[in-house]
């Protein structure tokens, strides 16, 4: 079982940087993918990035690349989402999970957080 609670949310002006933090409690963190997705008001929950266990892969959503970084540090248990250049169509709550593969689909992870809300200011 793992337990994941996200922070970094915000309010911050379109063209600002936030970084969200994703703890992760239970054994063998290092074995899980991990992966961030979002739902913005009255749209469908989509993928944002995605990490493999050791750290080396990383995968994003067009919609996101060359703006954010997904990063872990496995020390601690963490992964992180860097957003830069933010946009109001960013605006969301973001969810981190866990899970066994490394993939772009939700259901394919078992385990997440409870989100955390980004609000980006046109």
């Known amino acids: 079982q793992v337990q994941l609670v996200e922070s970094g949310g915000g309010l911050v002006q379109a063209g600002g940087s936030l970084r969200l933090s994703c703890a992760a409690s239970?054994?063998?963190?290092?074995?899980?993918?991990m992966a961030w997705f979002r739902q913005a008001p009255g749209k469908e929950r989509e993928f944002v990035a995605c990490?493999?266990?050791?750290?080396?892969?990383?995968y994003y959503a067009d919609s996101v690349k060359g703006r954010f970084t997904i990063s872990r540090d496995n020390a601690k248990n963490t992964v992180y989402l860097h957003m830069n250049n933010l946009k109001p169509e960013d605006t969301a709550v973001y969810y981190c999970?866990?899970?066994?593969?490394?993939?772009?689909?939700?259901?394919?992870?078992?385990?997440w957080g409870q989100g955390t809300q980004v609000t980006i200011s046109s």
């Open positions: 999970t866990a899970g066994l593969g490394y993939s772009v689909i939700d259901r394919h992870y078992p385990y």
């Open positions: 990490v493999n266990g050791g750290g080396g892969s990383t």
């Open positions: 239970g054994r063998a963190f290092s074995n899980y993918a």
